[in-house]
């Protein structure tokens, strides 16, 4: 039963406006949620994280928001930009170090 | 460089037989994990190691076996290859306190027919 889950398969923005991906999650117990992003024929690069005990946490173009309540995350990319065309994943941990992936995003950013 | 490394990066092999996929890791983490890639299922971890000789189970370890001799390697091993473990593997690491910030290598493709 997958515990993490992106719902949007696909994805497409123009150039230079904001791209929204969402992330639910069923276990409550969960205390970390981290997204990456992956280009084709490579492996998964980190790109952001989120502690539960905070609601918000940004990193340039990036920020991630977590609804603890509603069990949702979403990750914001502003403003968006070709290179950002990619599958992103979200994941998620409570233990440390055993994690939970969903089944992936494609964003496509358009020019 | 900084990397992780997988080898081979493409293998077909038949079932039942056994096969290891190497990986390797140059930057001391002590944290290494073994995750496969599936259409409509994402990524699942397989097995992880916190540290030499410490290995445990991931979500779907039915299968496979790996083991932590040394700290920079990490081979996932399986014994007899069925079809159902036709996948894409990743290898991944990270420092035992960043462990969120896992590196990943490039994937390897395993066909079992």
């Known amino acids: 039963d997958q515990q993490v889950k992106q719902n949007s398969p696909s994805l497409s923005v123009q150039e230079g406006r904001i791209s929204i991906l969402n992330c639910d999650y069923t276990n409550s117990m969960f205390d970390y949620f981290l997204w990456y992003k992956k280009y084709p024929a490579e492996g998964p690069t980190f790109l952001i994280s989120i502690s539960s005990i905070k609601d918000k946490n940004e990193d340039g173009r990036f920020t991630v928001f977590l609804n603890k309540s509603a069990k949702h995350l979403s990750l914001h990319i502003v403003p968006s930009q070709p290179g950002d065309s990619a599958v992103y994943f979200c994941?998620?941990?409570?233990?440390?170090?055993?994690?939970?992936f969903g089944t992936g995003t494609s964003l496509t950013v358009i020019p | 460089e900084a990397q992780v490394t997988q080898n081979p990066r493409y293998l077909i092999t038949v079932t039942g037989k056994k096969l290891t996929v190497t990986c390797s890791q140059n930057m001391n983490h002590e944290y290494m994990s073994w995750y496969r890639q599936d259409p409509g299922l994402g990524l699942r971890q397989i097995y992880y190691?916190?540290?030499?000789?410490?290995?445990d189970k991931g979500d779907v370890p039915e299968g496979y076996k790996v083991s932590r001799k040394e700290k920079r390697n990490f081979p996932l091993i399986l014994e007899s290859p069925s079809p159902n473990q036709t996948s894409l593997y990743f290898c991944?690491?990270?420092?035992?306190?960043?462990?969120?910030?896992?590196?990943f290598g490039p994937g390897t493709r395993l066909t079992v027919l």
């Open positions: 991944a690491s990270s420092l035992r306190t960043q462990v969120h910030e896992q590196f």
């Open positions: 190691s916190m540290n030499v000789e410490v290995t």
């Open positions: 994941a998620a941990s409570y233990t440390g170090n055993q994690f939970y």
